[in-house]
């Protein structure tokens, strides 16, 4: 029968060991614990589309696509008085950031800046 033997390591030593790698695990637990990445905006966002008050994000995308080659960058979903608006960051082939406003129930345009639209 062949028995290893540990490395001489302290008690005390094995202790901070044990106690660093609960910390770290605690901590690894914490940060993940109940994080879905969704913000307040987003949940809203999902509400009123499962309400029928505006149009899915994608239907939204496939129809800028069409008129602006690119991809989104960021969204922001806004509220305010009964009107609903996406607000979207838009990057064109052209490496140009534009910035697009669309009325969420519709899906019609309401604002595009920027420069060098395509």
Do not use: F
């Amino acid at each position: 029968m062949n028995i290893q033997r540990m490395p001489n390591v302290s008690v005390r030593t094995m202790g901070y060991r044990l106690i660093l790698m609960l910390v770290l695990l605690m901590a690894g637990l914490n940060l993940s614990y109940g994080h879905t990445g969704h913000t307040k905006e987003h949940h809203q966002a999902r509400a009123a589309v499962e309400a029928g008050l505006i149009l899915p994000l994608k239907e939204v995308l496939l129809r800028i696509a069409t008129q602006y080659p690119g991809e989104m960058v960021s969204v922001k979903y806004k509220q305010d008085d009964g009107r609903y608006d996406y607000k979207l960051k838009w990057l064109q082939p052209s490496g140009a950031l534009i910035q697009i406003r669309v009325d969420a129930k519709t899906g019609d345009l309401m604002e595009v800046k920027g420069r060098n639209i395509e």
